[in-house]
């Protein structure tokens, strides 16, 4: 979360794309960090990256 937010996150705060009191959720397909996390205004999920694949979606779909 803190790479995110050094280098991501400030920088749209620095360009006034965002304000530091916004929210930011940061979604991953894999397990970077093995699980969700929040850290005040940031909240980073993770999803198995088979959440990305054909068949998760089928089989979501009752396929």
Do not use: M, W
Request: charged share 15%; aromatic share 14%.
């Amino acid at each position: 979360i803190a790479q995110y937010k050094k280098h991501i996150i400030n920088t749209l705060i620095y360009n006034k794309q965002a304000s530091g009191d916004d929210t930011f959720y940061i979604i991953e397909g894999h397990f970077h960090l093995g699980e969700s996390l929040q850290q005040d205004n940031i909240h980073y999920i993770s999803l198995p990256s088979s959440y990305f694949t054909k068949e998760y979606v089928v089989l979501q779909a009752g396929g």
